[in-house]
């Protein structure tokens, strides 16, 4: 038993150390016979590093399906008897964290709703103290980074080892198109503060449908992300929850292979010489741009000043309109998008209010 415990954290390591990493699996156990015939087909399109399947599941009102409970656990530890892959469920308590390590669970995760409360980050820290096993921790459910990276913290305090993050998308109020807004330069944001962490991408809970998983897992892997994370059911139609997110495993093997897998670099000549002629052309842009910011505000102190004399409110709505509607019509002859431009000028605006806050309030 040793023996066979000792090769399995051999192969975990194995599978932790490769990129990219690919988990796959039902979002929640139903059934030994689910399980085991799932794995078995995930196993056999020979692209799949780790099996998962929800054994606990938060749900947002009562009376919907909450996973089979620890029950499923050992159709988990079957599943991986037969096909040899490495198992990962979600834990939320110290009590699952037990469960889960008893049936020799060979990597965990902290979900949204879990990483959102630091009292349970806390707990299955906590609980995870002495352990050695890979942990992966999702984005909270609201796009707050250091909600994040707190529970990353936690668990790095509790002294484990083998840490990633899990992008699933953000909660997003009146988004229609995802079903959680995957807001990109958020775990870009993440990479830059943990730049030796893994990252693997959620597509199934970013997009919520079939239809978008295979364009999701391409950008996240533009962006260099680490491997990804796509929930897979033997009969997705009828699947217990969240049936409209999961593929059938012949599926996913179909999209892992018309993905375009991109290098983080190169060390053709040719390639790094004209990358770098282009970066610094861009660097030389950034400096103009920030120099033009600076001017502008200075601009603004002085309308600041003369609306202190005045008697003036700072934000004039009607300016405000028509800052934003001719910057929209003019960034769309320079091809840029109607979203950057708002959320460019909004960010502009507002630093605009703030110097003239300080004027009108010095």
């Known amino acids: 038993m040793e023996t066979q415990t000792n090769t399995m954290k051999e192969v975990m390591q194995a599978k932790w150390n490769k990129r990219p990493l690919i988990i796959s699996g039902p979002c929640s156990a139903e059934t030994e016979e689910q399980v085991i015939e799932t794995a078995t087909r995930l196993a056999k399109t020979g692209k799949v590093d780790v099996l998962r399947a929800g054994i606990w599941k938060p749900r947002t009102k009562p009376g919907l399906f909450e996973g089979i409970g620890a029950k499923g656990l050992p159709w988990l530890a079957q599943a991986k ?49 002495g352990v050695d096993i890979p942990v992966l921790i999702k984005n909270p459910i609201n796009p707050d ?8 913290e936690r668990v790095q305090k509790a002294g484990v080892k083998q840490i990633g993050m899990i992008h699933r998308g953000f909660s997003n109020y009146g988004n229609t198109e995802y079903r959680n807004a995957p807001m990109w330069h958020l775990p870009i944001e993440m990479k830059r503060r943990f730049p030796d962490m893994p990252i693997i991408c959620d597509p199934s809970h970013i997009c919520g449908n079939r239809t978008m998983l295979q364009e999701t897992a391409q950008k996240s892997i533009d962006l260099d992300f680490d491997g990804f994370m796509i929930e897979s ?22 999209i892992i292979d018309a993905l375009v897998w991109r290098n983080e670099t190169s060390d053709k000549a040719e390639f790094l010489n004209a990358l770098a002629t282009l970066r610094e052309q861009i660097n030389h842009l950034d400096d103009e741009l920030i120099t033009i910011l600076g001017q502008r505000m200075k601009i603004s102190d002085k309308i ?17 309109n028509e800052i934003l509607q001719k910057g929209i019509q003019r960034g769309a002859k320079a091809g840029l998008s109607e979203d950057f431009i708002t959320k460019y000028f909004d960010a502009v605006h507002l630093e605009s209010i703030n110097h003239q806050n300080k004027i009108m309030n010095s």
């Open 81 to 129: 008897k037969i096909t040899g892959l490495p198992t990962t469920v979600e834990v939320a308590t110290a009590k699952h964290v037990e469960d889960a390590l008893a049936f020799d669970v060979d990597m965990l995760w902290i979900g949204a709703r879990t990483t959102v409360n630091p009292f349970s980050v806390q707990e299955v820290a906590d609980a995870l103290r």
């Open 145 to 152: 980074l250091e909600l994040w990276s707190g529970g990353i």
């Open 233 to 254: 059911h033997i009969d997705p139609d009828n699947a217990w929850s969240d049936a409209k997110q999961q593929i059938t495993p012949e599926r996913l093997g179909e």
């Open 304 to 320: 600041g000043e003369y609306k202190r004399a005045n008697n003036i409110t700072i934000l004039q709505t009607n300016r405000w």
